[in-house]
């Protein structure tokens, strides 16, 4: 996240950290006691490695009493995703066991009804991702309020041009943004999901290439019946 704040402790209880070998690599959140929502995009950083889950932290580092890692007994990447555009950028991860909930661990409702948030919507979003164009990494969880912008401006010839379909969505990144290591992770929008972060152009903190998200909507019957298929 470039230019957010702190987030308070605990009061996003829904965000996990996707690790590999205790280093963060993407966000997720938590959308079910045994599941986390994240982007398809984070699995080509894995090689032959297995995604570990942290949920109810703030530090990264520090000893916090309801921070758990769990290993992923399954790991569901959207059918249509690819490493060649950003469509369909969902991955499902099922833990090894139903996180323990709490007031640091809880699940986030994600929106079912397939209408647009309005443009100038202003949507919350978080992550363990870089704050700085050089790479820096945070410790605790930062947090970016970010207004909606219409898919038209979205898509205009110099922004996205023409690649965002009405299954993504943007924010305005005017300087405040998401930025590696955020991919995975929630738009919040009125306490609810309403996107997933990608990378998209990976490009951060420019207005002319405003952030995209994967629009969560469209994909829920595909994410009831993969939760439901598998020992729901
Ligand atoms: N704002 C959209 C967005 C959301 C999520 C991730 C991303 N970026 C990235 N996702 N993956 C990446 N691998 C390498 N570099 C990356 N961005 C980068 C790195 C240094 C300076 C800078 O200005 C941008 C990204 C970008």
């Known amino acids: 996240i470039l230019r957010g704040w702190e987030a308070q402790p605990h009061l996003r209880p829904y965000m996990a950290s996707l690790q590999l070998d205790g280093k963060h690599?993407?966000?997720?959140?938590l959308i079910a006691p045994q599941w986390v929502l994240s982007a398809a995009h984070c699995t080509e950083q894995m090689g032959d490695k297995h995604f570990q889950v942290l949920l109810g932290a703030h530090s990264l580092s520090a000893p916090e009493p309801h921070?758990?890692?769990?290993?992923?007994?399954?790991?569901?990447?959207?059918?249509?995703?690819?490493?060649?555009?950003?469509?369909?950028?969902?991955?499902?991860?099922q833990l090894e066991e139903k996180a323990e909930l709490n007031e640091h661990v809880k699940v986030l409702p994600f929106q079912r009804e397939d209408r647009e948030v309005a443009a100038d919507t202003l949507c919350d979003t978080a992550g363990w991702g870089t704050i700085t164009h050089s790479g820096k990494r945070p410790d605790r969880l930062q947090e970016v309020q970010r207004p909606v912008i219409s898919r038209e401006l979205c898509n205009h010839r110099t922004r996205h041009d023409r690649t965002i379909t009405e299954k993504m969505m943007c924010t305005d990144s005017n300087k405040k943004d998401t930025c590696k290591g955020d991919s995975g992770g929630p738009l919040v929008c009125n306490g609810v999901a309403e996107g997933v972060?990608?990378?998209?152009?990976?490009?951060?903190?420019?207005?002319?290439k405003p952030a995209i998200y994967t629009r969560i909507a469209p994909y829920a019957e595909w994410i009831d019946s993969i939760m439901a298929s598998r020992d729901g």
Do not use: E, M, W
């Open 67 to 93: 921070k758990r890692l769990y290993n992923v007994k399954a790991q569901i990447a959207h059918p249509g995703s690819n490493i060649h555009n950003n469509r369909d950028d969902l991955l499902l991860l």
């Open 25 to 29: 690599i993407c966000g997720g959140f």
């Open 197 to 208: 972060v990608t990378a998209g152009s990976r490009v951060c903190g420019n207005y002319k």
